[in-house]
């Protein structure tokens, strides 16, 4: 590593720190304006925006991105208006800061409060999606963190514009504008040192593919929000709606096939599979997904390596199981503890896919598009988390949250 990154991460780092000490203190009002002010720079500036992305859309074809990956890249008027409308739903939310989780009074006259307090500076590093940026940016300043963006190589333009509309959120609010620094590189060298900065970073956040995630997790010193793949089942039972479970599968495959929501292994009861389950396979093909399937009339024959993968195309695993036994078996051994869903009007059948998985996020009769922090009311997310610690499922400001406890005595000793 150059001695150059390294100087400039710990500047940059130094800065985030000194940053965040106030921004755990900003008003409300402050951090709304913020948001606003971010929003309409977002809108006003979005020709320039485009034209970023326009750079950024030829330099990820030269590169040799897949279809999914650019249309995660790619961003136009409507996708703009999406990142306004975040920022604005973030802003309008509850500030987190300072919430009274609970509180109890002790037999010694103690009174004790557990209220949420900023996790301090989180770092996120990301791929492809510029929209990111901002959602990464809002979520972190609503919750008093301050926040060191690394966006992809793909993204670099795009990200750029988007994080100084951050910044002119900031100046409007009289905020530190370090409060939302990007590392402004392409250089790997700077993910690597980010990774280690332990005196100025308080916890990491990878959102992107596996290979992102492994890197982190296995080279991280910081703390770690992992993002995994998005490896998503849909299990049909045999008391499935027909009506139901045709609509909500062919959404949950084609209505966007990049994003990590998006499933990839349908499992259909044998008792239903040469009807309902053959079915929905032909509804797929018809509308343009290849099914690879076991034990059904697919497009191609499923082969081992099919099963626990993230496509994030055109493309899903299908097969038959003897019932709800073996498809939650399955989802245990292939599946990432993203996202999985049952469809099925029985509550037995319902009740025991919730409790027997541990996914961090179970689904019955609902399109898992779904998982999304704005779908959650959460305004936006930084990623979905599928660890077990601190945060899980979409993480929203309030899980970009730590505590801590105001004890209250009047001249109170222990005895």
């Known amino acids: 590593m150059s001695d150059d990154i390294k100087t400039m991460m710990a500047d940059i ?7 965040s000490q106030e921004l755990a203190f ?10 606003l002010g971010a929003a ?42 999406g990142i306004v409308d975040g920022l604005r739903a973030v802003a309008e939310q509850d500030d987190p800061v300072g919430e009274v989780i609970t509180e109890w009074d002790r037999p ?51 990200s750029g514009v988007i994080h100084d509309c951050l910044v002119d959120g900031l100046k409007a609010a009289n905020l530190p504008v370090d409060a939302i620094l990007r590392v402004p590189t392409r250089d790997r060298a700077a ?32 703390p770690v929000f992992a993002h995994l793949e998005g490896i998503c089942h849909i299990y049909i039972d045999k008391d499935a709606d027909p009506e139901k479970a045709r609509a909500v599968v ?19 009861h044998k008792d239903v599979a040469d009807g309902l389950g053959q079915q929905i396979v032909d509804d797929l093909k018809d509308a343009g997904v290849e099914v690879r399937a076991n034990g059904l009339n697919g497009s191609v024959p499923a082969t081992a390596d099919d099963f626990g993968k993230e496509f994030l195309d055109m493309i899903i695993a299908a097969k038959t199981v003897d019932g709800i036994d073996e498809a939650i078996a399955h989802i245990r051994e292939f599946g990432s503890d993203h996202t999985d869903c049952i469809l099925t009007e029985n509550d037995a059948a319902g009740d025991q896919f919730f ?8 689904m019955r009769n ?44 009047d001249g109170t000793v222990r005895s």
């Open 13 to 19: 780092g130094a800065r985030a720190k000194a940053a």
């Open 26 to 35: 900003a008003s409300a009002d402050q951090k709304t304006t913020a948001l």
């Open 40 to 81: 309409d720079a977002v809108w006003g500036r979005r020709d320039e925006i485009i034209a970023a992305n326009k750079q950024d859309m030829e330099f990820g074809r030269d590169k040799g991105l897949s279809p999914a990956m650019m249309d995660r890249l790619m961003l136009d008027e409507d996708r703009i208006q």
């Open 108 to 158: 010694t006259g103690l009174h004790i409060k557990r209220v949420r307090t900023p996790l301090g500076v989180i770092g996120v590093i990301y791929e492809s999606r510029p929209n990111v940026t901002a959602d990464a940016g809002a979520l972190c300043l609503k919750a008093g963190n301050a926040v060191i963006l690394r966006g992809g190589s793909e993204s670099f333009h795009s």
């Open 191 to 222: 993910v690597a040192e980010m990774l280690t900065m332990t005196d100025t970073v308080d916890v990491i956040v990878p959102r992107g593919g596996k290979g992102l995630v492994g890197l982190v997790q296995r080279e991280a010193r910081v």
């Open 250 to 268: 062919l959404n949950a495959k084609t209505r966007r096939t990049g994003i990590c929501g998006s499933a990839e292994c349908l499992l259909i």
């Open 355 to 362: 409790t027997q998985l541990d996914s961090a996020i179970l």
């Open 366 to 409: 609902a399109s898992t598009q779904f998982a999304d922090g704005g779908e959650f009311g959460m305004g936006a997310e930084i990623g979905i988390a599928t660890g077990k610690m601190h945060a899980r499922g979409p993480v929203g400001a309030t899980q970009l949250t730590s505590f801590k406890y105001l004890v209250t005595g």
